[in-house]
């Protein structure tokens, strides 16, 4: 998923506005769902964004202790564990040694990290 929207948006956008745009400058930025799926994709295109922030993301929904993640992901990628972790934002990033800067913004009462 985060492929198809970088590549039909992002680029899209970068191409249409080739001349308006700072291509050195490009920073991408979410709120939940929406977040870590900011994080994704910086993360596999670290090259493309100066940097990267999340408001409220949601936090390893691969992971079994992440209820409503877990369900989710489940359903989206048909319990396939393998998809479900190349899609999850927190082992993208572990899995990576150099990224961009990044701001996460995580309230302390969401009800979703309990």
Same mark, same amino acid.
């Given at each position: 998923?985060?492929?198809?929207?970088?590549?039909?948006?992002?680029?899209?956008f970068g191409e249409?506005?080739?001349?308006q745009i700072d291509?050195?400058?490009?920073?991408?930025?979410?709120? @939940?769902?929406? +977040?870590?799926? &900011?994080?994704? *994709?910086?993360?596999? #295109?670290?090259?493309?964004?100066?940097?990267?922030?999340?408001?409220?993301?949601?936090?390893?929904?691969?992971?079994?202790? @992440?209820?409503? +993640?877990?369900? &989710?992901?489940? *359903?989206?990628?048909? #319990?396939?564990?393998?998809?479900?972790?190349?899609?999850?934002?927190?082992?993208?990033?572990?899995?990576?040694?150099?990224?961009?800067?990044?701001?996460?913004?995580?309230?302390?009462?969401?009800?979703?990290?309990?």
């Amino acid at each position: 998923m985060s492929d198809l929207i970088f590549r039909r948006h992002i680029v899209f956008f970068g191409e249409m506005f080739e001349k308006q745009i700072d291509h050195t400058r490009w920073s991408i930025m979410g709120h @939940s769902m929406g +977040g870590g799926g &900011a994080l994704l *994709i910086a993360a596999k #295109n670290p090259h493309s964004f100066k940097s990267v922030s999340a408001l409220a993301p949601r936090c390893s929904p691969s992971n079994l202790g @992440s209820t409503f +993640g877990h369900i &989710a992901y489940s *359903i989206y990628f048909n #319990n396939e564990e393998d998809l479900m972790k190349r899609n999850d934002a927190t082992e993208v990033l572990n899995s990576r040694h150099n990224f961009i800067p990044c701001l996460v913004d995580q309230g302390t009462k969401d009800e979703l990290l309990k």
